[in-house]
């Protein structure tokens, strides 16, 4: 019996060693991914300045003057402190002040991407809105999810049901409305990333409220 | 620290990947009516008694919910699924397609027909209908129902009856009937023709029977009539009046109106035992009694509060409350199936409206626009109502369904038309 244990544990020893070895070859490959795609994100910039030029002009020039207010923000504080500081320590507030200012930046690109995805949702709920003709037996409360998924010409190439409200018919209504839009049409003005990250794979939720019952 | 860090990226790529999906939450929508198309019926051989076809989409087109595309504009008339070009149909606007054949096999019908989505190119079901040769029009009905439910969630009930008097006067002489036809107002059937008035037929709960009161006797009295061999049976013979039957829904009993103790009251019939029991004692009036749907419970109209309003009885306690409180005059009530909506007639402006009430929310609605309406009676589904009105003086049915987004007259051959009561499913 004991004998019979050991061999066991030692396999059982060896299959997690083995697992664990491959785990990490998996996990140290995606680092390197992970930092490959962090240096992408810095270059994009001026791509997604392009985009905004479609949509929201107005909003990017506001967005343009916050820029040089944080700069005057660190001066003030910086100038006292390099008569008792050594230079070290001022190259790494310099540094410091930098990585700020790409971490700013970075959030504002961020904040910019989150605009752009919004507007498209919203231009994707209107266009299902329009073409969502609820059966009669729906009720408020009832809710149906899918999952459509779509190419950069905005094509609807295929939809899913997730979750069913319990009312085939409500749920038919659901689908039927994304088929009878076919194309998201505007979605081609979309830059490829932002497509790829947001709106390839849609999920959408069916939760009507403008309703009596 | 270097494990840590892997970890800590380890979590964060499975935390993204369980979040890539952008969530979006549609809240609105419209309500328009459904866009279907009926192809007609393809079949071999002679001219069909029917137009099956035509018959299903004037239902639809009936119920309000749907909107069928005219035959003339149809580009091609598929039998079968694989002749359909759904192209052809989405061009017309069609949302929903139904196709089918019929095939003679014997002294049966036999129509295998489809339902399908236009812009999605999927099948939605195939079925198969079979009849005698007289059955065509209970066939289309019965696949009319099948086609309604699938789309709307909702019950059909095209394959129900309607029962309703006619009055017609000619030489100083009024004939009455009490007839059956089917809800769309075909294959129109004689049950009862009398000299004398007849009112307020009320269905057995298997739609096989009726109720209603005669004045053939000389004084209001209550039958109950079995539509397929016309055997009939007097129940009341009291003094006063007999009046407003109403079948329970779990077939035992009949609530019924007896003024034979001076003062109408609400009384219920046992059919079993042949026993009268009175519910209600009150110096007011109590009439009109109907059903609630689990046979527990009635409503009525009474004027004990000063005006004629409309109270629930509860038969086990005796319990009686108010439960409209809007307007100085509401009566004739009906509970829809559903339990929840109470179909009335409201008095506003001076004008006599089908009025409904949700029992749950209170909310009051008008349904028609014309004036003296009165019977309504309820869809064996909620769906719509029937009542009588008055068009150039002249008695006339009339359909609302209960969102009141569709009205329309049912069209009377002769004479005045009244107290219409739709079959139970």
Do not use: C
């Not at chain 2, 198969?128 to 029009?137: E, P, T």
């Not at chain 2, 017609?168 to 129109?188: C, F, H, I, P, Q």
């Not at chain 2, 038969?315 to 009906?334: H, W």
């Amino acid at each position: 019996m004991n004998i019979l244990f050991f061999t066991r544990l030692t396999s059982l020893i060896l299959a997690i060693s083995l697992s664990l070895i491959l785990h990490l070859v998996v996990i140290y490959f995606l680092f390197n991914k992970w930092d490959e795609g962090i240096k992408i994100q810095k270059v994009s910039p001026p791509k997604y300045l392009q985009a905004k030029l479609v949509n929201l002009d107005e909003k990017i020039k506001k967005k343009i003057q916050p820029k040089p207010k944080p700069k005057p923000k660190p001066k003030p504080k910086p100038k006292p402190k390099p008569k008792k500081n050594n230079e070290n320590k001022i190259k790494h507030k310099i540094l410091d002040e930098q990585e700020t200012k790409s971490l700013q930046a970075s959030k504002q690109l961020e904040l910019e991407n989150k605009k752009i995805v919004s507007s498209y949702s919203a231009y994707i709920i209107e266009r299902i809105e329009a073409n969502w003709n609820r059966p009669p037996s729906a009720r408020r409360g009832m809710e149906s999810k899918l999952l459509i998924r779509l190419v950069p010409t905005g094509q609807v190439i295929s939809v899913k049901l997730l979750k069913t409200s319990g009312n085939i018919a409500f749920d038919r209504s659901a689908e039927q409305a994304v088929y009878k839009v076919g194309s998201f049409d505007k979605l081609q003005q979309l830059d490829i990333q932002t497509f790829e990250k947001n709106f390839r794979k849609l999920q959408l939720v069916f939760k009507p409220n403008d309703l009596r019952l | 620290m270097k494990k840590i860090n892997l970890i800590i990226i380890l979590f964060a790529f499975i935390s993204l990947s369980a979040s890539a999906e952008l969530s979006i939450n549609i809240t609105k929508g419209i309500d328009n009516p459904t866009k279907i198309a009926i192809a007609p019926l393809s079949f071999y051989g002679n001219q069909l008694p029917e137009d099956t076809s035509r018959i299903i989409e004037d239902n639809l087109k009936r119920s309000g919910l749907f909107d069928p595309i005219s035959r003339k504009n149809m580009l091609s008339f598929p039998g079968t699924i694989k002749d359909i070009y759904f192209r052809d149909w989405k061009i017309l606007g069609a949302e929903y397609l139904v196709i089918g054949s019929l095939i003679l096999s014997g002294d049966f019908y036999e129509i295998t027909y489809s339902l399908l989505e236009v812009h999605s190119s999927r099948l939605v079901f195939t079925k198969i209908a079979k009849g005698s040769k007289r059955q065509l029009r209970d066939l289309s009905h019965h696949i009319s129902d099948e086609v309604y439910e699938a789309i709307t969630g909702i019950e059909g009930a095209f394959s129900t009856k309607v029962a309703y008097v006619t009055s017609l006067k000619s030489n100083n002489k009024t004939l009455y009937k009490l007839m059956v036809s089917d809800v769309d107002g075909a294959r129109e059937r004689l049950i009862l023709e009398s000299n004398h008035p007849i009112m307020s037929p009320s269905w057995s709960p298997d739609a096989k029977e009726l109720v209603y009161v005669s004045f053939e006797t000389g004084r209001p009295a209550v039958f109950r009539q079995n539509l397929a061999n016309a055997n009939r049976k007097q129940l009341t013979n009291f003094r006063g009046l007999n009046g407003a039957p109403s079948w329970s829904p779990d077939g035992k009993k009949l609530a019924l109106v007896l003024s034979k103790d001076g003062n109408p009251e609400i009384y219920t019939f046992d059919l079993r035992k042949e026993k009268f029991i009175r519910h209600t004692n009150h110096f007011a009036i109590d009439t009109e009694p109907n059903w609630a749907p689990d046979s527990k419970s009635l409503v009525f109209t009474s004027d004990r509060g000063g005006s004629p309003q409309i109270y629930r009885l509860t038969l086990k306690n005796g319990e009686v409350q108010r439960l409209t409180f809007r307007g100085s005059y509401n009566a004739r009530p009906r509970l829809a199936s559903n339990g929840r909506t109470l179909v009335m007639i409201h008095r506003s402006a001076h004008q006599f409206h089908i009025a409904t009430q949700d029992l749950v929310n209170g909310d009051l609605r008008i349904l028609s626009n014309t004036s003296l309406d009165e019977s309504p009676t309820v869809s064996p589904n909620s769906a719509m109502l029937l009542y009588a009105t008055k068009i150039n003086n002249r008695g006339v049915l009339a359909a609302v369904s209960l969102d009141a987004g569709v009205k329309f007259l049912l069209p009377s051959k002769q004479g005045d038309v009244r107290e219409p009561a739709w079959s139970p499913k």
